[in-house]
């Protein structure tokens, strides 16, 4: 009885704190809306003031980042990394790949943009990364909005700055969201990952399609892990399936050895038969 007690009031208490948190979510951080599309249709301004709609851009496998562009705290050492991680990826950016880079402050202009994007872009050490290849936009509220919601970014005006969560966010050719990398830190090996999943198998190397079934995505850890089960598998089945051929041939040699083994097994049993045949004739004429 007690413990019926104990898990109706359990129960009573979750069934509130649920409700509460579902109707009331954090109003900062980013909720995960893995495989749906963020609307290509919208419309926004580029560094040179020039309106420009996401379709055009997001051709390729396209590596997101939110931010704005006066941050005093997280935002530039967010794009620093990005630009640490595709300065280290064996990737060509423009070909492969696209940056993006869109500020959810409706009051920044293109001007803002550009010469943040002039800073970073002169910040690559072993490329020169492509003006065209990654660009810095800025939007009307209601755009920002949209899209926003579409990635799940959720962020909060604090006075003239903003408190909002940091990461990228990897989006397919068609506007796919594929992968979400959380943080100020990025490896990479799961950078040039995400592209290559992003790609939907538009990139062509077949190391690069070894890479992608030798790894999984790790959503706890938002990283790349080795896939040993799979791996161990396919080796197995690889090995078994060595094995049968190896049956198969040989028994097909057995039975194609055999006929030849009974015309030899018969001639000797000819000539064995002779043997004795001559012998007794032998025997009988002394």
Same mark, same amino acid.
């Given at each position: ?17 649920? +409700? ?52 005093? &705290? ?8 990005? +630009? ?66 579409? +990635? ?53 190397? &077949? ?24 791996? &161990? ?15 198969? +041939? ?23 038969? &002779? ?12």
């Amino acid at each position: 009885m007690r413990y019926k007690q104990l898990v109706t009031l359990l129960f009573l208490l979750f069934v509130p704190w649920f +409700v509460f948190s579902q109707a009331n979510p954090p109003e900062v951080g980013i909720d995960e809306k893995l495989g749906e599309f963020i609307p290509l249709d919208l419309v926004f301004k580029d560094s040179n003031g020039k309106e420009v709609k996401l379709g055009d851009l997001i051709t390729k496998p396209t590596v997101l980042s939110l931010v704005y562009f006066h941050c005093p &705290t997280v935002c530039k050492p967010l794009l620093g990394a990005k +630009v640490d991680v595709l300065d280290r990826i064996d990737l060509v950016p423009g070909k492969d790949y696209n940056a993006l880079t869109i500020s959810f402050n409706e009051r920044e202009t293109p001007e803002n943009a550009k010469t943040i994007k002039d800073h970073f872009l002169g910040s690559f050490k072993s490329k020169k990364f492509p003006e065209d290849a990654w660009h810095f936009l800025t939007g009307d509220e209601a755009t920002i909005k949209k899209l926003t919601d579409a +990635v799940g970014f959720r962020f909060k005006r604090d006075g003239e700055d903003f408190i909002h969560a940091t990461g990228l966010i990897m989006l397919s050719p068609k506007g796919k969201i594929t992968r979400y990398f959380l943080g100020l830190s990025f490896l990479p090996f799961d950078i040039k990952l995400g592209i290559l999943e992003a790609s939907e198998g538009k990139i062509g190397p &077949t190391i690069s399609k070894v890479l992608l079934y030798c790894f999984r995505y790790d959503p706890q850890g938002k990283r790349y892990v080795f896939d040993i089960l799979k791996v &161990t598998a396919t080796v197995t089945i690889f090995f078994g399936l060595i094995f049968l051929a190896w049956l198969v +041939v040989s028994s097909r040699k057995k039975r194609a050895a055999a006929p030849a083994r009974a015309r030899e097994a018969a001639k000797k049993e000819t000539k064995e038969e &002779t043997k004795e045949e001559t012998k007794e004739n032998e025997t009988k004429e002394e």
